[in-house]
């Protein structure tokens, strides 16, 4: 009697038209990135008359000037926009840690509310609360200062809803409950127990907070006037206001964009292990 062979599966053939419209996608979102990385080694001369994605030889020096543009107020730029969006980040992230870990956990009146509420601060563009924020602190006299830009960005309601969602996935109630019977104030248990099973949903709202204060332009336009308070998204719209009559500073504004995107790459590197720990952890059983 012969034993019954398994069928060879055949070889899978990968969908046609999702994978041409992500390598469509992935051209689209690459392919700036990439002229600046080639234009950003390219003299004044050479980026005007040589091809486009041809390497030129000025990338040292390009840096060099930009260094000297001004005493270095490119780097001032940098360094604020790395207050701002790491202070910002942390500052926003602890808020939406708490307020997310109290919408899921507790219950209160008027919570659904208050959630309803939050998801329409989501839906609503930023461009929309600038002008009334700058009218808000114009009355309180902090235009032109650093909390300026570093106190509008406290309260983001996508981090909030984020931070609500993975804590009711992520928080068991018998976890808290167990910890109440334990003898645990509220505070302790979130500290304690909450927050570390919350930490990977807690990174990806730390990241999407720190790109968002990092790009932001808006908000810096309309409160700060002082340059050396610039962070470097203005500070390099500056440059490029000034390139419609010195030709030479295009160099300079393409360096600089390209430095300032190093940053959010090693932050990205640096923080992804927390996402394949999230990965790998298994979720607690009631």
Not at 103 to 116: D, H
Not at 118 to 124: D, E, N, R, T, Y
Request: proline residues 6%.
């Amino acid at each position: 009697m012969s034993t019954p062979t398994l069928a060879t599966p055949g070889r899978r053939r990968l969908p046609l038209v999702p994978t041409a419209a992500l390598l469509l996608g992935a051209v689209y979102c690459l392919l700036p990135v990439a002229w600046v990385l080639v234009a950003s080694t390219k003299s004044g001369s050479e980026l005007f008359s040589t091809f486009t994605f041809l390497p030129g030889s000025g990338f040292a020096d390009n840096v060099a000037d930009l260094t000297e543009y001004r005493d270095g107020v490119y780097w001032k730029w940098m360094a604020n926009s790395a207050f701002y969006a790491g202070a910002g980040a942390l500052l926003s992230t602890a808020v939406s840690a708490v307020s997310g870990y109290a919408l899921a956990v507790y219950r209160f009146r008027g919570k659904e509310t208050v959630f309803n509420i939050l998801l329409a601060g989501v839906l609503m563009p930023p461009v929309i609360l600038a002008v009334p924020q700058y009218l808000l602190l114009a009355e309180a006299d902090m235009t032109d200062s650093y909390l300026s830009v570093l106190l509008p960005l406290i309260l983001s309601p996508y981090g909030v809803y984020l931070a609500r969602i993975y804590a009711a996935a992520a928080v068991p109630a018998d976890v808290i409950e167990a910890g109440r019977m334990d003898g645990g104030g509220e505070w302790r248990i979130f500290r304690t127990i909450a927050l570390p099973m919350m930490l990977p949903g807690l990174v990806t709202v730390f990241l999407f907070q720190f790109v968002a204060v990092w790009n932001n332009f808006l908000l810096p336009y309309i409160m700060l006037g002082d340059d050396e308070k610039f962070p470097v998204t203005l500070g390099l719209y500056t440059l490029l206001q000034q390139g419609a009559t010195t030709p030479a500073l295009y160099t300079l504004v393409i360096t600089g964009a390209l430095l300032a995107i190093i940053p959010l790459i090693a932050l990205f590197l640096v923080i992804q292990r927390f996402w394949s720990l999230d990965l790998l952890s298994g979720a607690v059983k009631s």
